[in-house]
């Protein structure tokens, strides 16, 4: 393609996720009970299909043959799926949630770049999710926060503590 051509891509939203799996009713109440996810159809190979709103389905579990686990940190790999909810006060909500269900938190705060609230953890198949809310918004004129305000943290509790200027997070 010459510097000249633009891509005729044009995507509206990220469609869904598809997850093989090495236990499939593990990771079925995984994503029913824990994520609250509601299982849509089951396909002729054993695939389950699950839903959170009106789309057909969101995330999809597929049966592994293999048992091998995930990569290593440094070998290439599918990283983590993220998730919008609706604010920070439920992600206090959630992170309590998860805990007293035994889901072990792997970070909770702010990180950077989007300076979007989170709490990441993994499925039983050490696939890693994050549950985010109140992410940055690019407007017309195409710019991000300068990164001398991200202000990152560590937990729920310091994020309400060091705000970022112009987000809310009720």
Known sequence: ??????????????????????????STKFWTEIMGFQVSDVNERGMIFLRNASDHHTVALFPSK????????DQVAFNHFALEVGSVTELFKIRDFLKAKGVPILYEGRRGPGC???????????????????????????????????????????????????????
Request: aromatic letters at 8%.
């Open 116 to 170: 979007n609230p989170g709490v990441e953890f993994t499925d039983p198949d050490g696939f890693q999710i994050e549950l985010y809310a109140s992410m940055d918004q690019i407007g017309w004129e195409g710019e991000s926060r300068p990164a001398e305000q991200w202000s990152r943290a560590t937990t729920l509790e310091e994020v309400l503590e060091k705000p970022i200027p112009g987000v809310s997070y009720e």
């Open 66 to 73: 293999s048992n091998k686990g995930q990569p290593e940190p």
């Open 1 to 26: 393609m010459s510097s000249e051509e633009t891509t005729p891509v044009k995507v509206k939203k990220i469609g869904h996720v598809v997850f093989n799996v090495s236990d499939l009713e593990r």
